[in-house]
Structures are given as structure tokens and as C-alpha cells.
């Protein structure tokens, strides 16, 4: 079984809606990431969390939010989903001994019509 | 401020051929740590290496190796002997110590296509 796994792994919806994407773990790590892909840019990164209780910004937040439910788990969500935030959402998760190493899921590709 | 480059947007070579992919990067700490991606078609990111500022050492893994250069901020990747399976979009990272644990920054990528 993968270590991240990423659901929804494909998802096409319309302007306005909500969405929500998840990430689950099973590698123990205390650190989990959102970020976004899209073409000829690399990765940017949304949020990120050191633990259940601390959750941060990153470069490129505005319309996300996200949700630590348990140190497992990582949630992001698109409150009014728009065409410009079609992309691919990978998570990513680093272990406390090597906070810099991040390990990524699968990633879910977003398509907003 | 930090930055990595990655001037090659696209390569293609014919199996067997050697092929390096160019890294460069920006910053201002003394403690950071670079590595390489590999994003296959199938779209999900692979680690490949992790190489701390203080070790200099070139390192080897099969056909992989990779060369870090302090002097010219560069961590270039080369891939020997090239297969079919090696195509992918291969992105090098950048985490500053000072801000380990929060973002990768990431290039925008190099495409490499192997034909047969």
C-alpha cells in the first residue's frame, strides 16, 4: 500500500462549487503539505502543517483552505472553486528527523469547467 | 532570496545516449539541501537524491550519478546510458535550513524524452 494516498485521484466540477481533496498517511510523519502543479511552473506550495495544531500559509493560499483532522490526515479545500485553480494538487509529508525531505502522493488532478 | 533554475526546458536523446540535466540555484544560507524529483507520465514525484550543503561528494546510484558544485551553485544530474523508461519531467529542490520543514522550492522542471 502507498505511504500518501491522495482522494479524489481525478475530479472535474463547475465554478462556485465546493471541493474538497484529501491526503491520508501512513508514514508516522508529524509534517504534511498542500501544493499545486502547473504546467512550465513546478510546484507551489498552498499550506502546510507541522502538526494537528499548527497550520501555516504558503506562497500561494488565497481561495484554499485546509483541515489537520488527525496527524494522518491533511484536507484541502476550494470554498468556490474557479478555472484558474485547475491544476495538479499534490501532498506531501516530511519526517522530524528530516523536516527538509518531503515524500509526495499521488497527486489529484482538478479540472475546473 | 532563494531560486533554482532549470534552463533546459526539453531534451531528447536516443536510448543509450548519456544526458545531463542543469541545476542551479540561489540562497543565502550555508546549511541547505538539494534534490531531484522524477515525474514519470504517470504524474506522481519521485525522490531521487538529498544532498546536505557540507558534502560535496559526487554520488552514483546504478545509471544515476550526480554532481554538486558549491562554486558554481550547481547539483547537475546525469543519467547514463539512457532508456525509454527514463523520460519524465525531472524537477531539482532547494530547502534552506532556516526554514527546513516549511517549502521545497522547486524549478520549473526538464522535460527528457528517450526514443528508441
Known amino acids: 500500500d502507498a505511504d500518501v494516498t491522495q482522494t479524489p485521484r481525478n475530479r472535474i466540477t463547475k465554478t462556485g462549487k465546493r471541493i474538497m481533496l484529501e491526503c491520508s498517511q501512513t508514514?508516522?510523519?508529524?509534517?504534511m503539505y498542500w501544493y499545486r502543479q502547473d504546467p512550465g511552473l513546478g510546484l507551489r506550495l498552498i499550506y502546510y502543517?507541522?502538526?494537528?495544531?499548527?497550520?501555516n500559509k504558503g506562497e500561494i493560499s488565497d481561495g484554499y483552505s485546509v483541515s489537520r483532522q488527525a496527524q494522518a490526515k491533511f484536507s484541502l479545500s476550494l470554498e468556490s472553486a474557479i478555472p484558474n485553480q485547475t491544476a495538479l494538487y499534490f501532498c506531501?509529508?516530511?519526517?522530524?528527523?528530516?523536516?527538509?525531505?518531503?515524500?509526495f502522493g499521488p497527486g489529484t488532478r482538478l479540472t475546473v469547467l | 532570496a532563494q531560486k533554482v533554475t532549470q534552463a533546459q526546458t526539453e531534451i531528447s536523446v536516443v536510448e543509450k545516449e548519456d544526458v545531463t540535466l542543469d541545476c542551479v540555484y540561489e540562497?543565502?544560507?550555508?546549511?541547505?539541501?538539494l534534490f531531484w524529483y522524477k515525474q514519470p507520465p504517470s504524474g506522481e514525484l519521485v525522490f531521487l537524491i538529498r544532498?546536505?550543503?557540507?558534502?560535496?561528494q559526487n554520488e552514483i546510484s546504478g545509471r544515476y550519478s550526480w554532481n554538486f558544485q558549491k562554486s558554481t551553485s550547481s547539483f547537475n544530474f546525469t543519467i547514463t546510458a539512457s532508456q525509454v523508461v527514463d523520460s519524465a519531467v525531472y524537477f531539482c529542490?532547494?530547502?534552506?535550513?532556516?526554514?527546513?520543514?516549511?517549502?521545497?522550492?522547486f524549478g520549473k522542471g526538464t522535460t527528457l524524452s528517450v526514443s528508441s
Open positions: 506531501a509529508t516530511s519526517p522530524s528527523e528530516h523536516t527538509d525531505t518531503q515524500y
Open positions: 508514514k508516522g510523519h508529524d509534517r
Open positions: 502543517s507541522f502538526d494537528v495544531k499548527d497550520i
Open positions: 540562497t543565502r544560507d550555508t546549511t541547505y539541501y
Open positions: 544532498r546536505n550543503s557540507f558534502d560535496e
Open positions: 529542490a532547494l530547502s534552506e535550513a532556516r526554514q527546513a520543514g516549511t517549502a521545497l522550492i
